[in-house]
């Protein structure tokens, strides 16, 4: 007991620098960590970390949207704090990563990394984002993405977002084919009805378990 608390302590600290970001208070974010044989890999607020299993000592570090931005010294300056905000949105976006042929697998809001788990490059990366809808409302409020379901099978990655399904390459990141979800399958915003007939989405989940995040487990 006494070496696990000594364990968990060390972690505190070896982390707590990183990811003192000076996220907004409030902010919903989460921590998902992963074991290899490669070594000990969490990520948090779109940082990735690799550690030693063992000693805990940092080995890597990558922050997949760079470096997190301050907050405005004026805050009355609203381009200032609305360019602010969505930056911190993306890191704050709930995100689901397992591993995949000796590759990290990250999937952050609109986003989707493969990441070598060596050097913690980026291998593929490619936009999720809709397409544009000319027709399409503009919400009241931004629009954040659950965290999605998915399914590998082989090389293929399934998402299931708020409101489509996509098949992924995980090699290159290609989209393979996309498809509106019924409106059946669109999470449901307990405000006012079904959320996403009228722009909206469901609420984030917790926290997601190590390696089946937010979905079914990896089949390879």
Do not use: C, H
Request: hydrophobic residues 45%; charged residues 15%.
């Amino acid at each position: 007991m006494k070496y696990f608390m000594l364990v968990a302590v060390t972690l505190l600290l070896t982390t707590g620098a990183l990811f003192a970001q000076g996220l907004p208070a409030g902010g919903a974010t989460t921590t998902i960590m992963l074991k290899t044989d490669k070594g000990l890999f969490a990520l948090r607020s779109g940082v990735l970390i690799k550690s030693d299993a063992v000693t805990l000592k940092q080995l890597a570090e990558f922050q997949i949207f760079g470096t997190a931005p301050t907050m405005p010294a004026d805050r009355t300056d609203q381009t200032a704090m609305q360019d602010y905000r969505t930056q911190m949105q993306k890191r704050l976006a709930p995100a689901l990563m397992f591993v995949a042929k000796d590759s990290l697998i990250v999937v952050i809001g609109d986003g989707f990394w493969r990441i070598n788990e060596d050097t913690l490059t980026v291998a593929a990366n490619t936009s999720l984002a809709p397409l544009a809808d000319p027709n399409a409302v503009a919400p009241a409020r931004p629009i954040v993405e659950p965290v999605p379901g998915y399914l590998l099978d082989g090389s293929t990655l399934y998402l299931m977002r708020s409101k489509e399904e996509l098949a992924i390459n995980i090699t290159d990141g290609t989209i393979l084919a996309r498809a509106a979800l019924p409106v059946e399958l669109q999470p449901v915003n307990l405000g006012g009805g079904r959320g996403n007939r009228g722009g909206g989405t469901g609420t984030p989940g917790g926290a997601p378990p190590a390696g089946a995040p937010g979905g079914a487990a990896p089949t390879n």
